[in-house]
């Protein structure tokens, strides 16, 4: 059997004993009891189940998932744009004027700097194909006329793009 050694002064009460036990006549020495009964254990952590994070975060998981795709629909516009205008006038932002507007741009817009070097570095690389800019003219609901500008390297998979 398990023993606890607790200080003089300490007072002990449980409900499975029937009288509380006093322990403040012996003075010079600790007295040792039996450990306390099972009701006054701490519970065991693995017991619990997980917490679930609540409707909060996913109030907080769907905000952020919005600025996510917003930030991502800029990134990739002045990604095409960056490619585009370093291919048709040179990497350089000092030659290439409409580079270094665009570029001041996209610092305004908050791009990120790697970001910006990784399309520069792609528009110099000889694999990239080069972006076209496409015109689509098409009728929408009730029968609306819509031009759609489009900046594509691939025309066969945004021709289906806007048809969808």
């Known amino acids: 059997m398990q023993r606890l050694l607790l200080p003089t002064n300490f007072a002990v009460n449980c409900p499975y004993r029937l009288a509380k036990c006093s322990v403040t ?3 010079s020495r600790p007295m040792v ?3 306390p009964c099972p009701s006054t254990k701490p519970r065991s952590r693995l017991l619990v189940p997980p917490v679930e ?3 909060r975060s996913a109030k907080i ?3 952020k998932g919005k600025s996510d795709a917003k930030k991502a629909k800029i990134y990739g516009r002045v990604g095409k ?3 585009q205008l370093a291919k048709a006038g ?3 932002p000092t030659t290439n004027a409409a580079l270094d507007t665009l570029l001041r741009q996209a610092k305004d ?3 990120p700097k790697d970001v910006v070097e990784r399309n520069l570095k792609r ?3 000889s694999k990239q194909g080069d972006y076209q800019a496409v015109t689509y003219e098409a009728y929408g609901p009730g029968g609306t006329g819509l031009v759609v500008f489009c900046l594509t390297d691939n025309l066969n998979r945004t021709a289906s793009d806007v048809k969808a």
Do not use: E, N
């Open 25 to 27: 006549q012996h003075t």
């Open 123 to 125: 528009a110099t690389d």
């Open 109 to 111: 817009l908050g791009v």
């Open 53 to 55: 994070m609540g409707r």
């Open 61 to 63: 998981a769907l905000r």
């Open 33 to 35: 009891l039996p450990l």
């Open 90 to 92: 040179g990497a350089d």
């Open 81 to 83: 744009k960056i490619i």
